[in-house]
């Protein structure tokens, strides 16, 4: 799968898909670094996998709350695009439930999916789960749906 939206490009790293994400043309820090490997994607849903690494941390050595807000916020628009009318989307309410921690080292698996798609608002649904498949957060993200520029996701196939 070769997915290419304005804030990530889909490329393989040791035969794994992996999002590397990145603000395209403003250098800002925040995304360098972030790697996530696509688990699945279809339309309305999709998973995701990161290793929790040191520059991801807060002062306790797990992973930063701001840190987890933003790969919320990023990983539910990317699953929004998947739906018509494929356009981009910014965020109105984001409210995030942090119920245990995400040492370094460990891996977390980020599920999100859209609830509802309404014509100017899309209601989604992100939980972060550990290793051992209990949540580490659980969170509800409202986004308004506006004019840009639609993305590839466009001719994707019914799943």
Same mark, same amino acid.
């Given at each position: 799968? =070769? $997915?290419? $939206? &304005?804030?990530?490009?889909?490329?393989? +790293?040791?035969? +794994? &898909?992996? +999002? @590397?994400?990145? *603000?395209? =043309?403003?250098?800002?820090?925040?995304?360098?670094?972030?790697?996530? *490997?696509?688990? %699945?994607? %279809?339309?309305?849903?999709?998973?995701?996998?990161?290793? /929790? *690494? *040191?520059?991801?941390?807060?002062?306790? #050595?797990? $992973?930063?709350? #701001?840190?987890?807000?933003?790969?919320? @916020?990023?990983?539910?628009?990317? /699953?929004?695009t998947t739906l018509p009318p494929h356009k981009v989307a910014a965020s109105v309410d984001l409210s995030i439930s942090y119920l245990r921690p995400a040492p370094v080292g460990e891996d977390v698996i980020i599920n999100t999916e859209v609830i509802k798609m309404g014509r100017t608002l899309a209601f989604t649904a992100a939980e972060l789960l550990n290793k051992d498949g209990k949540l580490v957060a659980k969170a509800r993200h409202t986004q308004f749906i506006g004019e840009g520029q639609p993305t590839p996701f466009t001719d994707m196939q019914e799943s």
């Open positions: 799968m =070769d $997915l290419k $939206l &304005p804030h990530c490009s889909l490329f393989k +790293l040791s035969n +794994l &898909p992996i +999002l @590397d994400l990145h *603000e395209r =043309d403003r250098g800002q820090v925040m995304w360098t670094g972030i790697k996530i *490997e696509l688990l %699945s994607m %279809s339309k309305g849903k999709a998973s995701f996998k990161m290793k /929790v *690494e *040191e520059s991801h941390q807060n002062p306790m #050595g797990n $992973l930063h709350g #701001g840190m987890t807000a933003t790969l919320i @916020d990023m990983l539910t628009t990317i /699953v929004i």
